[in-house]
C-alpha cells in the first residue's frame, strides 16, 4: 500500500519486487529437502534467477539516474534473501557456499549483512520498513498462499518461511548499528491507514515528497498470475479500505475464527507463529519514525 501511496512522487521512479519471482521460485522448493539435494541444473536456476533479480534492481536505478531521479524500490526482506539462506532456515549445515553478488558500482568488500545483497548496495538506499500486525498479517499469508498454490498449511515450508518479522527485525538492526550508514525508517500499516502525519513524517525523513501522497488511485492489473493474488486486495482497490486496521482486535477472538477458516489444527499453529512473532513486532512497533520523533521533541 505505501508503495502505491508513493506512485506520484515527483523526483522517483517507483517500481518493485524483482526479486519476487526468484524467491517465490526458490520458496516453492523448501519442501523438496536441502538446496544441495537438488539437481545441480535446478540448483543453479534458483542462483541465477536471484542474480537476474538483483541486476534487474541495479538496472531499474541506472535507468532512474539517467532520467534524472532517484528510485522507490518496494521489496520484502524475506526475498532479499538467496535460495542458500531460504533453505537455510529449514535445513542447517547443508555445506553449500553462499551465493555471491556483484554491486556494479563498488568494489567488492566484506558482507556482513543477514541478506543476500551487497553491503554496498543497501547502504546507499534509504530504508523504509512497513510493519504489519502478525494477527492480521500472517492469517492473510496463509490464505493468500492457499489461494495461489492449493493445499498449504502453517507450517508448510513456503508458507512458515514468511510467518515470522525475523527478517525484518534482523535487517533493521543491521542498518541502525552500521556506523555511518543511513538511519531505517519504520512505518506501521495501522498508521499508514489511520493516521497522514505519521505518513507525512516518514516522507520527509527520507526526501520523498509528503504533498504529493496520493490517497486514491485507479484500480490496476497484474499479469503475472502468482503475483496476481498477492496483489488482488490493493490492485483491485481505489484508495485506502477502511476496517483493515489491528486496533480492537482481540487475539482469542481471532484464533476461533482461523480455527473455523483453516481448520482446528491449522488455526492453533497460526496462533503460534502470531505469539511467536510478537516479539519482533513489538520491537519494530516502538522503533516507528513517527512515535521516535514526538518522543524526541518532548524530550527537547
Known amino acids: 500500500m505505501f508503495q502505491t501511496m508513493m506512485a506520484k512522487q515527483p523526483d522517483f521512479q517507483n517500481t518493485g519486487y524483482k526479486l519476487f519471482d526468484a524467491g517465490f521460485a526458490t520458496l516453492s522448493q523448501l519442501a523438496r529437502g536441502p538446496l544441495s539435494k537438488l539437481p545441480e541444473e535446478e540448483r543453479n536456476a534458483l542462483y541465477n534467477a536471484f542474480r537476474a533479480g538483483f541486476d534487474d534492481m541495479q538496472d531499474e536505478i541506472e535507468d532512474a539516474q539517467k532520467n534524472g531521479k532517484q528510485t522507490f524500490l518496494k521489496e520484502h526482506a524475506l526475498l532479499l ?85 525475523s527478517h525484518s527485525r534482523a535487517l533493521y538492526d543491521w542498518y541502525l548499528n552500521h556506523e555511518g550508514g543511513p538511519r531505517p525508517q519504520v512505518i506501521d500499516a495501522d498508521d499508514i491507514m489511520t493516521d497522514k502525519s505519521a505518513v507525512r513524517r516518514v516522507c520527509i525523513e527520507t526526501g520523498l515528497d509528503p504533498d504529493a501522497v496520493q490517497y486514491e488511485w485507479e484500480t490496476r492489473e497484474e499479469p503475472n498470475p502468482v503475483k496476481a493474488v498477492f496483489l488482488s486486495t490493493i490492485y483491485a482497490s481505489k484508495g485506502i479500505l477502511p476496517g483493515l486496521s489491528s486496533q480492537g482486535l482481540k487475539f482469542e477472538t481471532e484464533k476461533a475464527k482461523w480455527k473455523a477458516e483453516f481448520g482446528d489444527d491449522d488455526g492453533e499453529d497460526l496462533a503460534k507463529f502470531v505469539l511467536d512473532a510478537m516479539p519482533d513486532y513489538d520491537y519494530l512497533l516502538s522503533q516507528r519514525t513517527y512515535i521516535n520523533r514526538q518522543e524526541a521533541s518532548q524530550r527537547g
Open 81 to 165: 534473501s538467496g535460495p542458500d539462506k531460504l533453505f537455510d532456515l529449514f535445513y542447517r549445515d547443508d555445506g553449500l557456499k553462499p551465493i555471491v553478488l556483484t554491486d556494479r558500482n563498488a568494489p567488492d568488500q566484506a558482507h556482513t549483512n543477514p541478506t543476500s545483497i551487497p553491503d554496498s548496495f543497501l547502504l546507499r538506499l534509504r530504508p523504509i520498513f512497513q510493519i504489519r500486525h502478525p494477527i492480521l498479517m500472517f492469517p492473510s499469508v496463509l490464505r493468500t498462499e492457499k489461494k495461489a498454490l492449493g493445499t498449504l498449511h502453517p507450517k508448510s515450508p513456503l508458507v512458515a518461511a514468511a510467518l515470522t518479522l
